[in-house]
């Protein structure tokens, strides 16, 4: 049932989220339906658990994230800038924060930000991006803009995708 909730609706009411109230009503919905299953602090697990917790798993080598744990506020600020879509270049369309533009990640809306990443590799353009074309998500070093030549030059990237069944095509 959750994972039906991560659809492509829920990716778009993520894009229109700003300029919206019909999208905002509909995100504050999905994120607060519960799973079925209780978490490790005794309360029901909701979407919003699922979602830190997948986002975790990006990052888990980076941030020390051990199996369950949930990406909190300083950890997804502190990885938002290392997402490319498609390839690596200066272009801000590559980028993913700035693709979207997320100019602060905070804890008004850490959450959404991890929402949006895993919406868009169920459902959204990377997803699609990732079946018709073979770009993927990269998850590499902070904005080359920030960063040094020599730090450019030494870079790493990895792929990422999460399974896809029981994503609409």
Known sequence: MT????N??????LLRFETDDAAQEYYYKVM???T???GKDGRPETVRDLILRSYAMLFCDDIGAVAGQKATPEQVEATADRLHAGNMGFDPQHWYRMRHHFPIIDEDNYDRFA???IADLRAGEL???ARDGGDMLLVGEMNPLDMTK??????QVRVVSLKTEGVPS
Do not use: H, N, S
């Not at 994972?3 to 991560?6: C, F, G, N």
């Not at 492509?8 to 009411?13: G, I, N």
């Not at 020599?150 to 870079?155: E, F, G, K, L, M």
């Open 127 to 129: 997803y699609e991006a």
């Open 36 to 38: 079925g299953k209780i």
């Open 3 to 6: 994972q039906q909730l991560i």
């Open 115 to 117: 929402a949006l990443v």
């Open 32 to 34: 607060d339906t519960e």
């Open 8 to 13: 492509r609706a829920f990716y778009e009411a």
């Open 150 to 155: 020599a730090q450019r030059d030494a870079q």
